[in-house]
């Protein structure tokens, strides 16, 4: 098992921007795929962005032109660059492996309100 830390949520008004970092614990992040996820209240988790591990991406449509995904393996970590954020944007977001089963860390809570 490895352990995530997201970070770096928080309140934004509309068309704001936040940076999401999540923290693995070991250096097995560097070999799969990873995903940032997010969960609004009453609504499943959805995987909204991914990155393999040759730094190939893909994103929800929902999310395209707006969020980049990146990953910087020496130092285990995975970004969420969020631009022009929407209100329908505020969940929960979490970041975890996307082809390999693992718990989820706590997440970091975006809000996007005026």
């Known amino acids: 098992q490895v352990q995530f830390v997201e970070s770096g949520g928080g309140l934004v008004q509309p068309a704001g921007s936040l940076r999401l970092s999540c923290a693995a614990s070991?250096?097995?992040?560097?070999?799969?795929?990873m995903g940032w996820y997010r969960q609004a209240p009453g609504k499943p988790r959805e995987l909204v962005a991914q990155?393999?591990?040759?730094?190939?991406?893909n994103y929800a449509d929902s999310v395209k032109g707006r969020f980049t995904i990146s990953r910087d393996s020496a130092k285990n970590t995975v970004y969420l660059q969020m631009n022009n954020l929407k209100p329908e944007d505020t969940a929960v977001y979490y970041c975890?492996?996307?082809?390999?089963?693992?718990?989820w860390g706590q997440g970091t809570q975006v809000t996007v309100s005026s």
């Open positions: 975890n492996f996307v082809f390999r089963s693992n718990p």
């Open positions: 070991g250096s097995i992040f560097r070999v799969y795929d």
């Open positions: 990155v393999s591990t040759s730094s190939t991406t």
